[in-house]
Every structure is written in structure tokens, then in C-alpha cells.
């Protein structure tokens, strides 16, 4: 009698993508790998609007155009973006969800970040999710990931002058002016206004501005980026 075995089990998704793992919860709020389930609703949400139609809060403006040419920029660039990632350039996007629908997305980015420890956030919000608190919320999970999780050193944004809500969210954190940047934009000069914010200031930050956040599959992440292993544990304001 001839003995037979099954076959290996196809590798779960985690095992050959680690950031697929990523979860950062606060409350009702949460931040999650954006996987294409997550993207086709994100699209379809940044075609419903992300601004008004006067105003332009990106250097490339990827917001102009019909909903389906909206739409697809997002897809493309979100393809793109996993296509390139590497422990030396890497840009990790993750979901806004809550109640199970998709709010907008939260990316954090860095270069050479094993020796630097310095990193990026960028974000946007669906036009109907502004203005209630979510991007402030959002920020400080991020930047909760960003030195909490991966041991960042230095966190960096920057804004447009004329965007007065992440300008707003960005000073009431505590990050500090760092120079400004004469742009084109849409054919025509802008100012970007650079910030930044150290791990000192970080820590110092006050309890109503450090809400509980938990961690999920951070570990995983960090040897998928080179990093030294860390203990990831719940941490509430302090």
C-alpha cells in the first residue's frame, strides 16, 4: 500500500508579508494594513472627495480629474508604493477604519531608518470624515507606532500654509517649526511649512494628547525591516 502526504499548506499571508499583521487600535478608531479589500474602498472614498474643489493640499495633485481617474491614481500609487518597499526605503500605508468602514489613509515613511531612526507621516481623510477629531487621533496613533513600535529617534510632516487643518493638528501635537519650502504648485509658487518632532518631546507630551493605543504584529515588522527585536506592550498615557 502506497502511503501518501499531503502537500505543504499554501504560506499565510503574514508569513511571506509581515505588515499585513499591522494593527494600531485606540478606542473605536484603528489603523490597518491597507490590503486591496481596503484600497478598492479607499479609492471609491477619495473619489467622493478628499477637498474642496479651490484647493490643492498636495504637491502632485492626484485629487484632480473625474471620480474614475481619482479613483485609479490611488490604486496605482498604492500598487506602487508595496512594489518598492525595502528595509532601506520603505513607505508603510495603513487604513483609517472605523465601524468597519474606511475613513481615510495614515502612511509613515522613512530612508536608511536602521541608521537615522528618522521618519515621515503623511494622511488624508475622506471630505465627509474631516473636521471631528479623527485627524488628530490618527496622528498621534501613527506617531505612537512610529516611537513606540519601531523605536523612531525624529518624526517629520509638512503642510501647505494655506492648510489650515493639518497645520492645526501638527502645532496642537507639539512638533516644532523646522524651515519652509518655496514650491510649485499647479503651475503656480506655494510654501510648504516643514516640521519636527524628537522623541524628547514625545515623551513630555501631555495625557489628554497620549491616548491608549494597542500594537499588533509590530514585531514581525521590525525583523521584516532590519530592525532589533522589541517588546511591543499596551501603553497607556503618562
Known amino acids: 500500500m502506497t502511503s501518501t502526504t499531503d502537500p505543504d499548506p499554501t504560506p499565510a499571508p503574514h508569513a511571506l508579508w509581515p505588515l499585513t499583521d499591522v494593527r494600531v487600535i485606540s478606542g473605536d478608531l484603528e489603523l490597518r494594513y491597507l490590503d486591496d479589500a481596503l484600497l478598492f474602498e479607499l479609492a471609491e472614498l477619495a473619489a467622493a472627495g478628499v477637498h474642496s ?126 524651515g519652509r519650502d518655496a514650491v510649485a504648485r499647479e503651475g503656480s509658487p506655494a510654501v510648504s511649512q516643514r516640521y519636527v518632532l524628537d522623541r524628547t518631546a514625545w515623551d513630555r507630551r501631555a495625557e489628554s494628547l497620549r491616548p491608549e493605543v494597542t500594537l499588533h504584529g509590530v514585531e514581525s515588522v521590525r525583523t521584516f525591516l532590519g530592525l532589533a527585536p522589541q517588546v511591543t506592550t499596551t501603553t497607556a498615557a503618562s
Open 53 to 178: 474643489p479651490d484647493a490643492m493640499p498636495f504637491t502632485f495633485p492626484w485629487t484632480r480629474g473625474t471620480p474614475q481617474e481619482v479613483a485609479r491614481s490611488v490604486l496605482a500609487y498604492q500598487w506602487g508604493v508595496r512594489s518598492r518597499l525595502s528595509p532601506q526605503d520603505w513607505t508603510l500605508e495603513l487604513a483609517v477604519v472605523r465601524d468597519g468602514r474606511v475613513l481615510g489613509v495614515q502612511s509613515v515613511m522613512a530612508k536608511d531608518f536602521t541608521v537615522a531612526g528618522a521618519l515621515e507621516t503623511g494622511s488624508w481623510l475622506g471630505l465627509r470624515h474631516q473636521g471631528a477629531g479623527v485627524g488628530t487621533r490618527m496622528r498621534l496613533m501613527i506617531l505612537h507606532l512610529a516611537f513606540e513600535g519601531l523605536g523612531a529617534q525624529v518624526a517629520t510632516t509638512s503642510a501647505f500654509e494655506d492648510n489650515p487643518g493639518s497645520n492645526g493638528v501638527t502645532r496642537k501635537i507639539g512638533y516644532l517649526p523646522n
